[in-house]
């Protein structure tokens, strides 16, 4: 069997439907059709044809080969082609409700009397829809009655909503913690559902269904700990020196939106781990740095009969320039750098700039003195830190440590 050519153009509007509709529903629009094709015929519009939906295959005439398919503008129906309503709307469509038979209305009203549960007060919810339909409107906790929303029945007739709303409910479809291995609660059976006694929140807190909500202490939860990491954690550095200068720390800090007086914008220092003893020089340029190096070389072979043995720094341009990598080398000197954008593997210099910003900004913020002093702030800062006790150096100044005698405080006012 196939379909007459007059049912073409619905066949291929089924056809590119995506998904494609139920055997059911595609009998429905072919009778719906046929209705449409009859009621066009009593009018003398189509010529005649057999009513049948289905034919035996045939020849068709010519003239109807290429036929085109009628097209439908946006406010008329494309059942009737009337313009005024949709399809879906359609009166000729829309059959009355058959009545229902009186004995079978009683039989079913018997059947509910017998069962008084059926249409019982309570009702379970199932976690898993998205949407309950309560057969008592005093259940809802808040109802909107102006809702323009409808529900289809079995039938295919549409059914108005009284109101949607929000219910609050003590009863909820419950699992069993099948990791910890252990029974959150117990119920009764219900037909084929299964409905809570109650729900213990410590239970439930105590299979951490909920989080850990009696403590925040997760040092036995591996997966809290995995997911609140941030980053890796950074080994502590095993390095140590066991004299002065057996490694230096440095570092450049800058540049600062206003130039000292000096026309400074910039500042190295270089922390001796050892003492812990810093020195530190403003600089005009980045390019300064080599000469200011130099210098500070200069002072270690002079003034301190030693030279530095370990040099730790970053990445920086100033430190990987080729110069200056020859002069490390001059004097022996091995060249430790950090990884790219890694602060963590220097820290000490990170701790220092933090501690000598903080005091030089405390020093000025105390004295009101403007901003363009902040180089003076800072090498101020320096010699202050320098003679302050520290446990690293078993409350000995880095400067005592250095030169191995107490400081001089009287040039020190307040």
Not at 226 to 233: E, I, T, Y
Not at 384 to 397: F, Q
């Amino acid at each position: 069997m196939a379909l007459q050519n007059d049912f073409e153009g619905l066949r291929g509007t089924i056809l590119h439907c995506s998904p494609l509709p139920s055997v059911d529903s595609v009998v429905i629009e072919l009778l719906a059709e046929e209705i449409r094709l009859n009621s066009k015929e009593d009018k003398g519009s189509v010529t005649p044809t057999t009513p049948a939906v289905f034919a035996a295959p045939r020849q068709s005439p010519p003239s109807n080969q290429n036929r085109p398919v009628p097209k439908v503008s946006p406010d008329e129906c494309a059942f009737c082609k009337e313009k005024g309503h949709w399809k879906a709307q359609c009166p000729r469509l829309l059959v009355a409700a058959p009545s229902l038979d009186p004995h079978l209305v009683e039989q079913f009203q018997q059947f509910l009397a017998s069962q008084p549960h059926v249409m019982s007060a309570s009702s379970h919810k199932d976690s898993g829809d998205s949407h309950h339909m309560p057969h008592d409107i005093d259940s809802f906790a808040s109802v909107n009655s102006t809702s323009s929303l409808s529900v289809m029945t079995a039938d295919g007739t549409p059914m108005s909503l009284a109101g949607i709303g929000s219910v609050h409910t003590s009863r909820l479809s419950l699992l069993n913690d099948s990791r910890a291995q252990k029974v959150i609660e117990t119920g009764r059976r219900e037909g084929g559902l299964y409905v809570l006694n109650e729900l213990k929140v410590s239970d439930v807190a105590a299979s951490r269904v909920l989080g850990h909500l009696e403590s925040h202490d997760i040092s036995d939860c591996s997966g809290c700990k995995l997911a609140k990491f941030s980053a890796l954690p950074f080994y502590k550095s095993i390095s140590f020196s066991i004299a002065p200068f057996d490694l230096v720390h440095s570092d450049v800090w800058g540049p600062y939106p206003v130039y000292t007086k000096g026309g400074s914008r910039y500042y190295v220092f270089f922390i001796d781990d050892f003492t812990h003893y810093t020195w530190v020089y403003l600089m005009k340029c980045k390019s300064d740095f080599l000469t200011i190096f130099r210098n500070f070389k200069a002072l270690v072979k002079t003034q301190h009969s030693s030279v530095i043995k370990f040099f730790r720094c970053n990445l920086g341009g100033e430190y990987t320039y080729n110069n200056f990598s020859q002069l490390l080398a001059s004097d022996g000197t091995i060249h430790q750098t950090s990884c790219t954008d890694t602060p963590q593997q220097n820290g000490v210099v990170e701790r220092k700039h933090r501690h000598l910003v903080e005091i030089a900004r405390s020093f000025m913020l105390s004295a009101e003195v403007p901003s363009v002093y902040w180089g003076e702030a800072v090498l101020t800062a320096s010699h202050v830190i320098n003679r302050i006790p520290i446990s690293h150096n078993s409350g000995l100044s880095p400067f005592e440590k250095l030169y191995g005698h107490s400081p001089d405080y009287s040039s020190l006012r307040g």
